[in-house]
């Protein structure tokens, strides 16, 4: 059983807070990521992580922050949120890939944030 | 680096069959995926191909790989409504990062 978190599932906000999206996972999994998903579908890579004190800018640039201080948690954070960042943020989470099994990321619900 | 490319909206009527088109540039790539996505929900695992395979069947799932022409396609049988959701084809890279298409809406008319 895949068992990945985030929170909040909804969040509106005005411009200029700062916020933090939370993502945890159960299964022990060493790699971590956050995708940014347009309201057109597709998705963007933001950040991974491939283990604790481990973090890496995705393909889209983004003024977000991530760490990674726990295998089991990685929060994003944006210092200041703007309109532009209103998106729904999706974390997911992997094993690493061994002959024989399957290399799958797990996805959480997402987090659908809007800048007011 | 990879390049992932979907159709982006299907219309189908229950009960007939649905057939998703992708098509990836990586050759290297060693697993190739189908993740589904309903509303307000994350991607959900649908099903996966090894780049070894041609073909693979999961109940109403089938998948067919060319890997000659780097295409890939989803049937699904007997769609039902259900079924209406993003699909989003996915090739994974050697960094173990998924690259994604940029999903097929599809839509099922009862």
């Known amino acids: 059983e895949a068992d990945i978190y985030q929170t909040p599932r909804y969040l509106v906000i005005g411009t200029g807070k700062k916020i933090t999206l939370e993502c945890s996972q159960t299964?022990?999994?060493?790699?971590m990521y956050w995708y940014q998903q347009d309201p057109g579908m597709e998705l963007h890579l933001i950040h991974y992580?491939?283990?604790?004190?481990?973090?890496e800018k995705g393909d889209l640039s983004s003024e977000s922050t991530v760490s990674r201080i726990r295998t089991e948690h990685f929060p994003l954070t944006l210092e200041s949120a703007r309109p532009s960042h209103t998106s729904q943020y999706l974390c997911?989470?992997?094993?690493?890939?061994?002959?024989?099994?399957?290399?799958?990321?797990?996805f959480g619900p997402g987090t659908r944030l809007t800048v007011l | 680096g990879e390049d992932v490319e979907q159709s982006l909206f299907l219309s189908v009527r229950e009960g007939d069959s649905s057939v998703i088109n992708c098509t990836y540039t990586?050759?290297?790539?060693?697993?190739l995926y189908w993740y589904k996505q309903e509303p307000g929900a994350g991607l959900q695992l649908l099903t996966y191909?090894?780049?070894?395979?041609d073909m693979k069947q999961d109940q109403r799932l089938t998948v067919l790989l060319n890997k000659k022409d780097k295409h890939l396609s989803l049937r699904i049988a007997d769609t039902q409504t259900g079924d209406s959701a993003i699909y989003f084809c996915?090739?994974?890279?050697?960094?173990?990062?998924?690259?994604f298409g940029s999903g097929t809406r599809l839509l099922v008319r009862p």
């Open positions: 191909i090894f780049s070894n395979m």
């Open positions: 299964m022990g999994h060493d790699k």
């Open positions: 997911a989470s992997s094993t690493g890939q061994a002959v024989g099994r399957l290399y799958e990321q797990f």
């Open positions: 996915a090739a994974m890279d050697s960094s173990y990062k998924l690259i």
């Open positions: 990586d050759s290297s790539s060693t697993y």
């Open positions: 992580s491939y283990g604790v004190n481990s973090t």
